[in-house]
């Protein structure tokens, strides 16, 4: 069965802290996506990856960064949160594959600034 | 510049009816649909698709068609049920050049589904 984690739902951190959001997938999938929610906003690109040590630009890059060291985890890094930056966090993980576009979710981290 | 438009933030529908959510694109290079479906506290799952070379992909009481030359898709569900209530997002295909062929999805800000017993 299709499985991506991350490694809290809930997190709560102070307006200049570094916070780290981990996600893994078990599917040998290339691509890793980092998207944030926010009501009326939808689903927003933050980064994604196609393959380890890859990382690219999504549509909202700004205060945050990413790594990939091995294909199965794809962290999300805030370097400075700030209050703005609060919102729901979603990992998604899709397979390297003409035509195919299906991206599976984790469950999301809940993040509160304050 | 929004790319994929829900217009609707909410819909509300009795159960046993049909629920019809629409969804308009503006880019013609899109070339693949998808309808995610969320539930608070949880991340969204995929419910359907369909290619841009099909008009209709139908699967058990969910249904999308595809209106190429409107740039407009509509997700029906028949019958309507109370688990059905839910967020709704309307996602389409971006390729992006990296050794081949992928797409990213671009999302629209979906179709809060209510349900009524």
């Known amino acids: 069965d299709v499985k991506v984690t991350q490694s809290s739902r809930y997190l709560v951190k102070r307006t200049g802290e570094k916070v780290f959001l981990e996600c893994v997938q078990d599917m040998d999938h290339e691509n890793m996506f980092w998207y944030r929610q926010d009501p009326g906003l939808g689903l927003r690109l933050i980064y994604f990856?196609?393959?380890?040590?890859?990382?690219e630009k999504g549509d909202i890059p700004e205060g945050y960064s990413v790594s990939r060291e091995k294909k199965e985890r794809f962290s999300l890094i805030l370097e400075s949160a700030s209050t703005n930056q609060t919102s729901m966090y979603l990992c998604?993980?899709?397979?390297?594959?003409?035509?195919?576009?299906?991206?599976?979710f984790g469950p999301g981290t809940r993040l509160t600034v304050t | 510049d929004q790319q994929v438009k829900q217009n609707s933030p909410s819909l509300s529908v009795q159960e046993g009816r049909i629920s019809i959510l629409n969804c308009d694109y503006t880019n013609s290079m899109f070339d693949y649909f998808l309808w995610y479906k969320k539930y608070p506290a949880e991340g969204p799952t995929f419910l359907i698709s369909i290619s841009s070379i099909k008009d209709k992909n139908e699967d058990g009481r969910f249904t999308v068609f595809l209106n190429k030359s409107a740039k407009h898709l509509s997700l029906h569900i028949v019958p309507s049920q109370p688990g059905d209530s839910a967020v709704y997002f309307c996602?389409?295909?971006?390729?992006?050049?990296?050794?081949?062929?992928?797409?990213?999805?671009?999302f629209g800000k979906g179709t809060k589904l209510s349900v009524k017993p």
């Open positions: 990856s196609y393959d380890v040590k890859m990382k």
């Open positions: 998604a993980s899709s397979l390297w594959q003409r035509g195919s576009y299906e991206q599976y």
């Open positions: 996602a389409a295909s971006r390729r992006v050049n990296y050794g081949g062929s992928q797409g990213n999805l671009i």
